[in-house]
């Protein structure tokens, strides 16, 4: 028999040397006229221990990792077609804990098949959502999205099924489904694995999403940034096009061209129509009036491919997990220096020390954590004193902070927070779309202000003034990167306070 | 990387005519195609797109992708975002630009390489991160770093 073995082709772990991997085992395969067939998958998001390979067994798949190309040889001599003990052995996946710790909704395929097979896809329940949709209706798959409890996954927060009903109650011959796959948080990449792990599930959450609205045309707007993403994406919308699972919703990739405020709904818009990626004040909401005019649902990568499993299992089951307005399950992206460094789907409540101590098992090299930059460049960084907030987006709002896409950076004792505040600042400038003067002007005269305070100029006076400016960017910009930079720039001076205004320190 | 073509452009701008919206991937292809996206084209896209050249010029100077000049025969993006930074990539990155003997967004004067920041590859629990040609590094290190200038002939 056949023996199938597994190897990610997802760009982290390709970026770890996952293709070497492979080329080796075939180059080993091969040689020894092994009746061995390799996969490529996505990855099961355990990053510390990529590149992991799997072997199928009788007993199930048997992981091993970290593989380096050269541990190849001894592995195949060793048995590794039979899943036998060696020193990279980790066991069957299901058993390791940062695996078995976690609820894997959205993430359940990911890692496990083969991206660009619809058997695959249809083996591990894809494709049931859509019909069960197609036996609810329109309005019943939109009652089941709202029951399900599902929020935006971009940050935002915003329940999926009312903003898919207000899309479905507006009154026009043309609507479209855009999905948000411009991933620019820093800390984040579950859009990124998703759509080189499991892009079906994206399609069929489009589809599902067109069915509901009556939406003809989606568009997956993709950051230029993950060209591996692009390419399974295309891939996959190919082959669900030939095989003819797009059922007259037809779908276009878009590529962005490295403009981070993109990922603000309105600027994505913006852009795909072909303008420079400036934000639309709103209203009117993109439901009623967006691409091209007409009404749109936009929703992140991650809240569309939850959908086909919402459908598919019932609000019910999603509904149950979670705590408070946080309902389902939350992909963390744990991230930064770390020790076990990966995707992390659990239901919403989670503190951030049990997130970043007991499964990120601490920092990579061991100094102790010092600060958590939560939800990306425009979250709060968090001090220890802060770990027992439980990831739930009000629970971080009451505390000044946002999980915004489930990005969790871990920063060691060597970070100087004066610093990061004033990268924030930076970053803001540089990303600004211009549209809005808080963010335009704002961001860089912030970074001028905390330049005197690093140097020691007038301490109290140029804090006073930061906050002032914070102010003026959090109520008076027209989006979150202006309305939300001050998230890290504050929590980094009330957190972090001794860290402004000394002389500045060593760079390590 | 082709010499500017006038028809070659045109034959993109054609190519994406029955979109919607077609102006990002027809720039995308132009930069594809010559490397950068050069004045010339801007007049040909905007005349072909029914739009002044101040719109399309717009259009390509919002966009940090999109380059006013041509790159090097290698082009390596260095992440500059948290996740690396908490990785030590701000001293990985200035042991590679003093290496190559560049500042950010520079060229080699062998036009071997250019190395631009970036911010966020998505490969954040591999950090520091790169990608070198559209392929992606992780975990950066000494020993990383050499075989990222062996490969570019530095």
Avoid at chain 1, 11 to 21: E, L, M, S, T
Avoid at chain 1, 293 to 307: D, K
Avoid at chain 1, 437 to 444: D, E, F, K, L
Avoid at chain 2, 128 to 147: S, T
Wanted: charged share 25%; net charge negative.
């Amino acid at each position: 028999m056949t023996t199938r073995i597994f190897v990610p082709r997802d760009a982290a772990a390709r970026a770890v040397g996952a293709d070497r991997v492979a080329e080796a085992l075939q180059a080993e395969v091969d040689r020894r006229q092994l009746d061995v067939t390799l996969v490529r998958t996505g990855s099961r998001g355990l990053f510390w221990l990529e590149p992991m390979i799997e072997v199928e067994t009788s007993a199930g798949r048997v992981a091993y990792g970290p593989v380096k190309a050269s541990d190849v040889p001894g592995l195949v001599e060793a048995g590794l077609s039979q899943g036998v003990a060696h020193p990279l052995r980790v066991g069957r996946p299901e058993e390791i804990p940062f695996l078995q710790r976690q609820t894997r909704v959205t993430f359940a395929r990911c890692g496990v098949v083969d991206p660009l097979s619809l058997h695959d896809y249809r083996a591990h329940g894809g494709y049931r959502g859509l019909a069960r949709a197609r036996d609810l209706g329109p309005a019943g798959t939109i009652e089941e999205v709202t029951a399900s409890g599902l929020r935006g996954r971009g940050g935002a927060g915003f329940p999926a099924g009312i903003k898919w009903k207000t899309a479905a109650d507006a009154a026009a011959d043309r609507k479209y489904v855009v999905c948000n796959a411009d991933e620019g948080d820093s800390g984040t990449y579950a859009d990124r694995m998703l759509m080189e792990g499991d892009p079906f599930s994206v399609i069929e959450g489009m589809t599902i999403a067109g069915y509901a609205v009556g939406a003809a045309k989606g568009y997956i707007y993709i950051r230029s940034e993950y060209p591996d993403a692009i390419r399974t994406m295309e891939r996959a919308v190919a082959v669900a096009r030939a095989a003819g699972c797009l059922n007259g919703f037809d779908l276009e990739i878009r590529v962005g061209a490295g403009a981070y405020v993109c990922g603000e709904e309105t600027a994505l818009l913006e852009s795909i129509e072909g303008r420079r990626g400036q934000v639309r004040p709103k209203p009117p909401l993109p439901a009623h009036k967006g691409l091209f005019g007409c009404p749109t649902v936009i929703n992140n990568l991650v809240t569309l491919s939850t959908v086909p499993a919402i459908l598919a299992d019932g609000a019910k089951a999603y509904a149950v997990l979670g705590m408070g307005r946080s309902r389902g399950t939350m992909p963390i992206q744990i991230a930064g220096n770390v020790r076990h460094g990966g995707l992390f789907e659990a239901p919403f409540g989670l503190t951030l020390g049990e997130i970043v101590d007991e499964i990120g098992g601490g920092t990579r090299n061991g100094r102790p954590i010092r600060a958590v930059q939560v939800g990306g460049p425009l979250g709060a960084y968090f001090p220890r004193a802060l770990f027992d907030t439980p990831f739930d987006y009000e629970a971080y709002a009451a505390r000044d902070g946002l999980i915004g896409h489930g990005g969790v950076v871990v920063f060691d004792d060597s970070v100087d927070m004066a610093r990061q505040a004033r990268f924030a600042l930076e970053f803001c400038g540089i990303e600004s779309c211009g549209k809005c003067t808080p963010c335009r002007i704002g961001s860089v005269r912030g970074v001028e202000t905390i330049d005197r305070i690093i140097d020691g100029d007038r301490r109290d006076a140029n804090l006073a003034l930061i906050e002032d400016l914070c102010q003026t960017l959090k109520f008076g910009s027209l989006c979150a990167l202006g309305g939300f930079t001050p998230y890290p720039v504050m929590s980094a001076i009330r957190h972090f306070p001794e860290d402004f205004g000394r002389p500045r320190h060593a760079v390590a | 990387m082709a010499t500017w073509s006038e028809a070659e452009a045109r034959e993109i701008v054609r190519r994406h005519s029955g979109r919607e919206g077609p102006l990002l991937p027809i720039l995308h292809d132009v930069q594809a195609a010559f490397g950068w996206v050069p004045p010339e084209a801007v007049r040909v896209v905007a005349d072909a797109l029914n739009l002044t050249r101040a719109e399309v010029h717009g259009v390509v100077s919002f966009y940090h992708d999109f380059r006013a000049g041509p790159a090097g025969r290698h082009v390596l993006k260095l992440c500059r975002a948290e996740a690396c930074q908490s990785m030590g990539s701000e001293a990985m990155a200035q042991m590679i630009l003093d290496r190559f003997g560049v500042a950010w967004g520079d060229t080699t004067a062998d036009g071997a390489v250019t190395v631009e920041p970036i911010y966020c590859l998505g490969l954040c629990s591999c950090a520091p991160a790169a990608m070198l040609d559209g392929e992606p590094i992780g975990r950066l290190d000494r020993a990383v770093i050499d075989d990222i200038a062996r490969e570019v002939g530095r």
